[in-house]
Nanobody
């Protein structure tokens, strides 16, 4: 059974950093793409970053490019999202998703989701 568990969220001041983890079980992570999405109150879920299964290619939303970095540790079956220079507009519940080999920004095209981890950026 595919399971994803996010962790690492919390409250951080503007300009601070957090590292989110997405721990996978029930499948071998390096065969699948992992996407990070976020959803703020009253807003639709949006794509943040993705790492695919083929070459480990990465992609980022324009709003986080240069500040966030996605990486994968196959030995730990875990994907990370390093978030630096955080802004109040980054506040959201962050989710990881899988069950496909390539990346897409469309949330409906991903079948397996974690429960989410809250990130709050506030002074």
């Amino acid at each position: 059974q595919v399971q994803l568990v996010e962790s690492g969220g919390g409250l951080v001041q503007p300009g601070g950093s957090l590292r989110l983890s997405c721990a996978a079980s029930g499948f071998t992570l390096d065969y699948y793409a992992i996407g990070w999405f976020r959803q703020a109150p009253g807003k639709e879920r949006e794509a943040v970053s993705c790492i695919d299964s083929v070459e480990g290619s990465t992609s980022y939303a324009d709003s986080v490019k240069g500040r966030f970095t996605i990486s994968r540790d196959n030995a730990k079956n875990t994907v990370y999202l390093q978030m630096n220079s955080l802004k109040p507009e980054d506040t959201a519940v962050y989710y990881c998703a899988t069950d496909r080999r390539d990346c897409t920004v469309v949330p409906d095209y991903w079948d397996s989701w974690g429960q989410g981890t809250q990130v709050t950026v506030s002074s």
